[in-house]
């Protein structure tokens, strides 16, 4: 079992920077797909980005492609969400999730705000 705790949200202007961690407990974390989601007020939760166990493959989602980057160091048991140019429609709360062999494990979220 892995235990995930996200940090990093805040508020933020459009077109600024965060980035997102995500601290992993447990001695496995470097055989996890760890991937973010996050969940606007009012709409279901969606995709955002997925890397592999190995950091070698990552995937976004369309909304984000370009602006968004997802890093691992397994050395540290985190992952990383770079989130530069956010628009307001950025605005949700982002979960990280460790996935394998059929079971998924969640963080709590942290919340990101575009807005000015």
Not at 23 to 28: D, E
Not at 84 to 93: F, G, Q, R, Y
């Amino acid at each position: 079992q892995v235990q995930l705790v996200e940090s990093g949200g805040g508020l933020v202007q459009p077109g600024g920077s965060l980035r997102l961690s995500c601290a992993a407990s447990g001695r496995t974390f470097s055989s996890y797909t760890m991937g973010w989601f996050r969940q606007a007020p009012g709409k279901e939760r969606e995709f955002v980005a997925i890397i592999s166990w190995s950091g070698g493959m990552t995937y976004y989602a369309d909304s984000v492609k370009g602006r968004f980057t997802v890093s691992r160091d397994n050395a540290k048991n985190t992952v990383y969400l770079q989130m530069n140019s956010l628009k307001p429609e950025d605005t949700a709360v982002y979960y990280c999730k460790a996935s394998q062999g059929g079971r998924d494990y969640w963080g709590q979220g942290t919340q990101v705000t575009v807005d000015s």
